[in-house]
């Protein structure tokens, strides 16, 4: 009798943790998409197709333009 009172402990236990780490991980994914983190999908992939050179040249052109 003891043996199932356990298992029936256990049972529960891991029940509650389960649904505690659904809802912080639910949680986790609504603030990331108010955030704004899954917005632009495109750039990251496209990122890797340009130059490094181009890059250089706009940061540059970034600097004088706030230097001026």
């Given at each position: ?9 256990i049972?529960?236990?891991?029940l509650?943790i ?9 949680f986790?994914?609504?603030?990331a ?36």
């Open positions: 009798m003891e043996e199932e009172q356990s298992l029936m402990n049972i529960f236990l891991t509650g389960s649904i505690t780490m659904a809802l912080l991980f639910l986790a994914f609504i603030w998409t108010k955030k704004g983190q899954y917005d632009d999908l495109t750039t990251p992939s496209e990122r890797m197709l340009i130059d490094d050179y181009e890059i250089k040249e706009t940061k540059k052109e970034d600097k004088e333009d706030v230097d001026t």
